[in-house]
């Protein structure tokens, strides 16, 4: 089955993706992950993105499209994937249907716009060893400090208030169009996300039975 994870930033589709990926046993893609993959193992591809990363620019839509095409076509994709992070835009996924790649259904994780900004400004991480936290919902023991390694807990820039906020204007514009393109195509399935993750996966699942 191939599968197309939508949702906002801070929905929980990547870790709905991952275990996806471990209930079905197809692969997870994520655009990230695949142009690092790209940049390591030089492919054509990939060496074409470096040369606009080394500049700072953002790689554009031809060469991540490229990219995704050269792992679509690797052995471990031919019983089916799960693509989180692309496409971003109504462009990208008129590229994805040109290059004959058949969708089956995509899964649009809906989480309430305030939920999200509540989850994503409250993350903590410790500076030493990475362990994450919640202000609300996943505290220390000490506030402030590291259970594990009694190092720091900071705010990653990604999730300042300000930066989740542009996050989501970016969504809204670039990625929530995707929503009315695939229900056209009949593909759409809207999910609510709940607060426990295999509450979450569980209607997933039955939304990918059905």
């Known amino acids: 089955m191939n599968i197309i994870m939508l949702g906002a930033p801070g929905a929980g589709k990547g ?17 990230g992950n695949i142009i690092r993959e790209a940049l390591k193992n030089g492919t054509e591809m990939g060496q074409k993105a470096k040369s606009y990363m080394d500049e700072g620019k953002l ?5 991540v499209i490229g990219i995704v095409k050269e792992r679509l076509a690797q052995d471990d994709c031919q019983n089916g994937f799960i693509l989180d ?3 971003r835009t109504i462009p990208q996924a008129e590229a994805l249907d040109a290059m004959g790649v058949v969708i089956d259904k995509v899964i649009n994780l809906e989480v309430e716009e305030e939920l999200i900004i509540n989850r994503m400004s ?3 991480v410790c500076e030493k060893c990475g362990r994450p ?6 505290k220390p023991r000490v506030e402030g400090i590291c259970d594990d390694c009694q190092g720091a807990l900071v705010q990653r820039k990604d999730d300042h208030i300000d930066t989740v906020k542009a ?4 969504y809204h514009k670039e990625t929530e169009p ?8 009949g593909k759409l ?6 607060n426990d993750v295999k509450a979450t996966t569980d209607r997933i699942m039955k939304a990918l039975e059905a």
Do not use: M
């Open 15 to 31: 870790t709905q993706a991952a275990v996806l990926c471990e209930k079905l046993n197809i692969p997870t893609i994520s655009t």
């Open 59 to 63: 790689v554009p839509d031809e060469v």
């Open 85 to 87: 992070g692309f496409p």
């Open 122 to 124: 409250g993350r903590r």
């Open 133 to 138: 936290y919640h202000i609300e919902t996943l």
């Open 167 to 170: 996050r989501l204007e970016v």
């Open 178 to 185: 995707l929503k009315d393109y695939y229900a056209a195509q």
């Open 189 to 194: 399935t809207e999910v609510v996300g709940q």
